[in-house]
């Protein structure tokens, strides 16, 4: 059966306080829009509409980044959860499949959950998602009469009575398209909120003789984010799992609890994470390689076999070859390092390619920016880099060249070369003694005069 995600994310998010729309505040460094879209991606929707309203333009540019084939629609004022979905009536015209609504602020779905609700379907003509809440609160509660689902109240219109049911809304529901769109017609707003409640279709729903039933999940997984605690819970959450699903795929995390994960880190099998390690968005590691401590890596590849920190930093386009070593207060960007090379000290490699088993000494600086425009570095395979080298980009060194410690390297240097650029030495004999003699007999006049 083909499956339209319906993603609602027009609401402002007052309790954020916030200018950013809700559903673009991070869990794990993604916009939860994304993990909303993620989590409904395991349907393999045909459509996938957005609704959206606060914040419509910086939500669509999101969402279209995510999926290039989402459609987004606006609502300009937010009269209930019916209302909104409504919206998506013209995008969805014509759809003979399913419809599957979730909220863009509920990032922890698991795809279990919503395979389970289509299965369902197959019984039943709309199908709600609920779950068990330890504290029920102002949740929409469901009135069950065995397995059906007679009608969902609000907490704001529900009686003592209802208020004590504790199985309650996750707001999620899965109904056949048009079938959906017939039940929204019917829905009103005479009720405490005065809004458009898209839960109201149950009821109408039962009224007409069709099926209704509620699939259970537990309640992490509707977890909604209100407010910034709740995204730090949230985001809380979401590092606990990822961290033992990556202890699961065979990654050594050496102090879990310290290593920060974005949602689209992958890493693989017998890798070492020491502590204290951040990563940011577009990381992937490959098998066996070390990370060590208190290292900060976006948007970059390590390979099989190479080591990275302490103390290091990849920055965005970053690719190591397998067995490279990366060591202590080195920061790359956007840079090739080929196999077996090394930086270890305390050096700045941007926009350039290191070749293959050459060595960046200590101290070494791709100069690559001269204020208005950025140039490259081309350094060749099995060169030796001396350390305090200042590589005055664009510039290139040859395959087996070596640069003089201490050299400003502003002409390229062809292979097997030496380049040596600074001030010859010269040594003064006896020069030494003399300048402490003078500086001693200096301080001794002082210290009598004071
Ligand atoms: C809703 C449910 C409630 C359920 C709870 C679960 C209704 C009437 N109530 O209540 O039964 O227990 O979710 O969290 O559906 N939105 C729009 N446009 C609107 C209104 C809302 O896009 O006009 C979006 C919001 O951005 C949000 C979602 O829909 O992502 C839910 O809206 P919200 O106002 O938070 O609903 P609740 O009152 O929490
Ligand atoms: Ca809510």
Redesign the pocket.
């Known amino acids: 059966m083909t499956t339209a995600l319906v993603i609602?994310?027009?609401?402002?998010?007052t309790r954020m306080n916030s200018d950013i729309p809700?559903?673009l505040h991070p869990i794990a460094q993604a916009p939860m829009l994304v993990h909303a879209m993620r989590a409904g991606a395991i349907l393999s929707p045909e459509r996938t509409v957005i609704?959206?309203?606060h914040g419509a333009e910086a939500v669509s540019k999101v969402a279209q980044a995510e999926d290039e084939t989402a459609r987004i629609v606006v609502?300009q004022?937010?009269?209930?959860?019916?209302?909104?979905v409504a919206h998506a009536r013209e995008a969805l015209a014509g759809f003979e499949g399913d419809a599957v609504v979730l909220?863009?602020?509920?990032p922890f779905l698991q795809p279990d959950t919503l395979k389970r609700m289509i299965a369902a379907r197959a019984e039943n003509d709309l199908v709600i998602l609920g779950f068990e809440a330890a504290d029920p609160a102002?949740?929409?509660?469901l009135v069950m009469n065995g397995n059906t689902l007679e009608r969902?109240v609000?907490?704001k219109d529900a009686t003592d009575e209802e208020r004590a049911i504790t199985f309650?809304?996750?707001?999620l529901l899965a109904c056949n398209t048009q079938t959906l769109f017939a039940l929204i017609d019917a829905v009103g707003n005479d009720n405490a909120?005065g809004?458009?409640?898209?839960?109201?279709v149950v009821e109408i729903a039962r009224t007409r003789g069709l099926r209704v039933t509620a699939v259970a999940c537990d309640e992490a997984q509707?977890l909604?984010v209100?407010s910034r605690t709740d995204l730090a819970v949230a985001d809380a959450i979401f590092q606990t799992r990822a961290r033992t699903e990556l202890m699961e795929l065979g990654v050594t995390l050496m102090a879990p609890e310290t290593v920060y994960l974005a949602a689209d880190t992958v890493i693989g099998r017998d890798t070492v994470i020491e502590p204290n390690v951040v990563f940011g968005p577009g990381v992937t590691v490959e098998s066996g390689a070390t990370i060590r401590a208190f290292s900060h890596l976006e948007g970059c590849h390590v390979s099989r076999g190479a080591t990275v920190g302490p103390y290091a930093r990849l920055r965005p386009g970053t690719e190591l070859a397998e067995n490279t070593r990366v060591g202590n207060f080195v920061e790359i960007k956007n840079a090739e390092i080929a196999e077996g090379a090394k930086v270890n000290h305390l050096s700045y490699i941007g926009d350039a390619s290191v070749g293959a088993a050459s060595n960046i000494g200590a101290g070494t600086i791709t100069c690559n920016y001269d204020g208005v425009m950025k140039h490259k570095t081309t350094i060749g395979e099995n060169v030796f880099v001396g350390s305090n080298t200042m590589l005055v980009a664009p510039v290139s060194l040859g395959d087996g060249a070596m640069t003089a410690t201490g050299t400003v390297v502003t002409k390229d240097v062809e292979p097997d070369a030496l380049a040596v650029a600074r001030a010859k030495q010269e040594n003064k004999p006896g020069y030494a003694r003399k300048l402490f003699e003078m500086l001693k007999a200096k301080k001794a006049r002082r210290d009598k005069g004071a």
Not at 138 to 141: I, N, V
């Open positions: 609602l994310a027009a609401g402002k998010g809700k559903v609704v959206t309203g609502q004022e937010q009269l209930g959860t019916a209302h909104a909220y863009g602020d509920t102002r949740y929409g509660r969902i609000e907490f309650c809304n996750s707001g909120s809004e458009y409640y898209l839960t109201d509707t909604g209100n």
